[in-house]
């Protein structure tokens, strides 16, 4: 039986074995969330790549690329700053 295969009655080693495995993954996905992280602030602080093309080389949305930066005090560069604003101004409702 192969790891993405089903028993139509699991044994309680299957159970425990699957669950060691799920365990192993999650350890692994936050570890290279982790890594990924701290590439992809440290490209954006460099400032050698445009943020849109670390963000797409990331797999990560650019919005999230972009709240990652700003928790980790990368403002945005000066061409952006204006055009960030002006998005910023229509978004909020007329008060």
Known sequence: ??????????????IEAA???RKRDEERLKKSSTHLKE???AALRNGEHRPTE???ASGWT???VRKMAREAGIEPDERYKERAERLRRTAQPDA
Do not use: F
């Not at 039986?1 to 299957?14: N, R």
């Open 1 to 14: 039986m192969t790891v993405d295969e089903t028993p139509e009655q699991p044994t309680l080693e299957e």
């Open 19 to 21: 669950g060691t495995r």
């Open 39 to 41: 590439v992809v602030l």
């Open 54 to 56: 670390v963000a797409k």
């Open 62 to 64: 650019p919005a999230h």
